[in-house]
T-cell receptor
Framework: AQKITQTQPGMFVQEKEAVTLDCTYD???????LFWYKQPSSGEMIFLIY??????QNATEGRYSLNFQKARKSANLVISASQLGDSAMYFC????????????FGQGTRLTINP | NAGVTQTPKFRILKIGQSMTLQCTQD?????MYWYRQDPGMGLKLIYY???????DKGEVPNGYNVSRSTTEDFPLRLELAAPSQTSVYFC?????????????FGPGTRLTVT
C-alpha cells in the first residue's frame, strides 16, 4: 500500500520568502510518481509539479521545485519568492507508474502568506 | 474544450435520499476517477474506471455505485444517503498508459446530508 504523510498542518510565511512544504511517502513499488496540487479557497485542484521516481534531476516549474530525496522517501515542495496568491492548501500525492493512475493524497498543508 | 465538468455544484440531501452526481470529460481520456474530500482532509478514491464498461473500487467505495457506458461520462450514484457522506466530491480524468503526468480535476460537488 502507498502512504503519504504531510506533517505540517499549517505554515505561515512572509511575502517574498521561500517556503518548503514537507512530504514523506511510503511504497513498495519500484516505480512511482509524486505530485503536488494546490487547492485555493475556491476549491479547485490545481496541478503544480510532478517527479518520477527514476528521474535523475529534481523537477522544477517556474517558482516551484520538488526536492526529491529517494533514499529518505521525501518529496518536499519548495516555493521561491512567495506571493500572496500562494495562500492555499497544498497536497502531496503519489501513484504507481503502471496501471490505473490512482492517486493517494496526504492530508495537506495550509500555507498562509503574510504581507 | 471544457475539460472535466461536474453537476450539480451544490446539493443538500435528506438522510435516506438518493442522487446521482454527474461527471463528463471532453478530452477522450480513458481513465476516470471519483474522489471525496472531507473537511480538512486530503482526497480519497471512491471508484475509478479504465474505460467504458470497466469500473473498480477505490479506497472508500461503500455507499456508492458507478457506471461507465461511454468514454465521456462517469456518474456516481449515492443510495440511501447518510451524514457520513457529507463531503466535496471531485471527478477526474487522465489519458491512459505510461507516464501521463497529471489528472485533470473537475470543479467539485459540495454535498450535505442532513
Amino acid at each position: 500500500a502507498q502512504k503519504i504523510t504531510q506533517t505540517q498542518p499549517g505554515m505561515f510565511v512572509q511575502e517574498k520568502e521561500a517556503v518548503t512544504l514537507d512530504c514523506t511517502y511510503d511504497t513498495s513499488d519500484p516505480s512511482y510518481g509524486l505530485f503536488w496540487y494546490k487547492q485555493p479557497s475556491s476549491g479547485e485542484m490545481i496541478f503544480l509539479i510532478y517527479q518520477g521516481s527514476y528521474d535523475q534531476q529534481n523537477a522544477t516549474e517556474g517558482r516551484y521545485s520538488l526536492n526529491f530525496q529517494k533514499a529518505r522517501k521525501s518529496a518536499n515542495l519548495v516555493i521561491s519568492a512567495s506571493q500572496l496568491g500562494d495562500s492555499a492548501m497544498y497536497f502531496c500525492a503519489m501513484r504507481r507508474i503502471q496501471g490505473a493512475q490512482k492517486l493517494v493524497f496526504g492530508q495537506g498543508t495550509r500555507l498562509t502568506i503574510n504581507p | 474544450n471544457a475539460g472535466v465538468t461536474q453537476t450539480p455544484k451544490f446539493r443538500i440531501l435528506k438522510i435516506g435520499q438518493s442522487m446521482t452526481l454527474q461527471c463528463t470529460q471532453d478530452m477522450n481520456h480513458n481513465y476516470m476517477y471519483w474522489y471525496r474530500q472531507d473537511p480538512g482532509m486530503g482526497l480519497k478514491l471512491i471508484y475509478y474506471s479504465v474505460g467504458a464498461g470497466i469500473t473498480d473500487k477505490g479506497e472508500v467505495p461503500n455507499g456508492y455505485n458507478v457506471s461507465r457506458s461511454t468514454t465521456e461520462d462517469f456518474p456516481l450514484r449515492l443510495e440511501l444517503a447518510a451524514p457520513s457522506q457529507t463531503s466535496v466530491y471531485f471527478c477526474a480524468s487522465s489519458p491512459p498508459g505510461g507516464e501521463s503526468y497529471e489528472q485533470y480535476f473537475g470543479p467539485g460537488t459540495r454535498l450535505t446530508v442532513t
